[in-house]
């Protein structure tokens, strides 16, 4: 069996379809923004059984490696290292053009870093996780952060809060709030953040894509699985009346977020 035929034949069998899962297989590309992947095949990729070093290029890994420790039990599709991509639009783009068909906008888990009221018993940061094509509601999200007295202050985090907190450049952030933790530094830190996850995010499918602490690295597992590893609080905090369409316009920014 040449490695052509297994290639070829591990293609057929998973292609993009959400029913067939490997672990640890990954969809490598050439198309990485220059970061020194020597002879990797263009898009369709060379199917590996681990991903491959991260580079000095792509940054700091250890939020990505903490991550992949986690999952380790699951089955993941890996693909990367490619292109950096701080949007939930470019991050649903480039799995798209480098061969995840079904990685719609909406199936992209958006993580973002929330900074709390004072005082708040969740602790300094918590971490919202949604289906990209929806925005979160501010006022549903701070009922669900305490009494207005310790929610009304409540904000987006800054990219240096979103760094201390996750390691991760916006854009990069995984929704795990567990593998994060909170710098002793502020007020209640120390623990790992507590993570309230949309139920738009099982609505939008069976499968979720998200950055794993590089913009240049994506990972794809099953909604069941990623809500047996991290265990969130499920709620609903979007704006149900406003829906950006599943594959808009490239331009620019995550609708109505600071955070991609």
Request: one cysteine or more; glycine letters at 12%.
């Amino acid at each position: 069996c040449t490695m052509n035929t297994l290639i070829s034949s591990a293609r057929r069998c998973f292609g993009h379809n959400s029913e067939y899962r490997f672990t640890g297989l990954m969809n490598m590309t050439a198309d990485t923004n220059n970061l020194g992947n020597g002879g990797m095949q263009k898009e369709g990729g060379t199917i590996l059984p681990t991903p491959p070093a991260v580079s000095a290029e792509e940054g700091d890994d250890r939020t990505y490696q903490r991550v992949l420790h986690k999952l380790r039990h699951y089955d993941l599709l890996h693909l990367g290292p490619h292109a950096p991509s701080r949007t939930s639009e470019e991050s649903a783009a480039t799995r798209r053009r480098l061969g995840w068909a079904g990685a719609t906008l909406a199936s992209g888990a958006k993580a973002m870093v929330i900074k709390n009221g004072r005082g708040n018993a969740d602790g300094p940061f918590v971490l919202a996780v949604l289906a990209a094509d929806g925005r979160l509601d501010w006022k549903r999200m701070k009922k669900l952060l305490g009494p207005k007295g310790r929610s009304k202050s409540a904000r987006m985090a800054t990219a240096e809060e979103v760094w201390d907190v996750t390691g991760c450049v916006p854009g990069a952030v995984p929704p795990f709030g567990s593998v994060c933790a909170v710098p002793p530094g502020y007020d209640g830190g120390g623990g790992a953040l507590r993570t309230f996850v949309d139920r738009s995010l099982q609505r939008q499918g069976d499968v979720i894509n998200f950055n794993c602490g590089l913009r240049t690295r994506s990972v794809q597992m099953a909604v069941s699985d990623y809500l047996d590893a991290e265990e969130p609080e499920l709620c609903d905090f979007i704006v149900e009346e406003e829906r950006v369409p599943s594959d808009p316009p490239a331009a620019g920014r995550s609708a109505g977020d600071s955070q991609p």
